[in-house]
């Protein structure tokens, strides 16, 4: 088995990593997708550097798949099958995992856009209790921030806080404890599986993208200035 996993530097992508670790199966790389011209996650504007920096400090190889900003689902479907293609050619990927928790149609969406390729689709977090999915990222020590957060039902005051038990806590009623309908995205910088640190701040800079119905507030990531 030569495994990769669709990736997006959350907790969700490394529940499931750490997930696929627990049954003794090893993970190749990471395969994320990126927008252009920003290079950054579309979900939450996460740099593609950030991204970098977190899969070798996991030990992954990274392979970006690029699309642009507000690419349409036709866009979208032949990018990722592409890139899913290559995988196949270069590394010889047999099989590749995803973060979905109980999204059926997103499940179903991803089965099939990849039907007809030789490879098998694996979903190690599937009908997974979210709170305890949630409880147990936080008691195995890893070390998360809030980057993003849909309003309703989260407001901008969300933005930048550590994915701990105080976050949990002061969740509304009716949010997912994992954000599984998109209220809320994290980044994960350090646990038990990543080899170092990854060195970021969460700046104050906060972007906001107006919906018909929602907005989302973004925090501005940044590699940390450490000193050498």
């Known amino acids: 088995m030569r495994i990769w996993l669709s990736f997006s530097g959350g907790k969700d992508s490394i529940l499931a990593l750490d997930s696929l670790y627990e049954e003794g199966l090893s993970v190749e790389g990471a395969l994320v997708t990126i927008s252009l011209p920003y290079h950054r996650i579309t979900m939450h504007g996460i740099q593609e550097e950030l991204i970098l920096m977190q899969t070798r ?18 866009e979208y479907i032949e990018s ?20 979905d928790i109980f999204l ?4 179903r969406f991803r089965e099939q856009m990849l039907a007809d390729l030789p490879i098998s689709l694996m979903f190690p977090l599937w009908q997974k209790n979210t709170r305890q999915l949630a409880e147990s990222f ?5 070390q998360a921030y809030v980057i993003a957060v849909m309003e309703p039902p989260l407001n901008k005051s969300f933005v930048g806080q550590k994915f701990d038990w105080s976050f949990l806590k002061s969740l509304p009623e009716g949010v997912d404890p994992c954000g599984e309908r998109g209220e809320f995205h ?10 170092q640190p990854v060195a970021i701040e969460v700046t104050n800079n906060i972007k906001t993208v107006e919906y018909p119905t929602s907005k989302v507030h973004m925090a501005d990531v940044l590699p940390s200035k450490q000193s050498p």
């Open 186 to 195: 994290s980044f994960v910088y350090d646990g038990p599986i990543f080899n």
């Open 57 to 74: 400090a996991l030990g992954l190889k990274c392979h970006f798949h690029y699309i642009t900003e507000g690419a349409s689902n036709e």
């Open 138 to 142: 936080i008691n195995k020590g890893y």
């Open 80 to 99: 990722y099958r592409k890139a899913v293609i290559d995988l196949i050619d270069r590394y010889g990927m047999t099989h590749l995992a995803f973060g």
């Open 104 to 107: 059926e149609d997103l499940r």
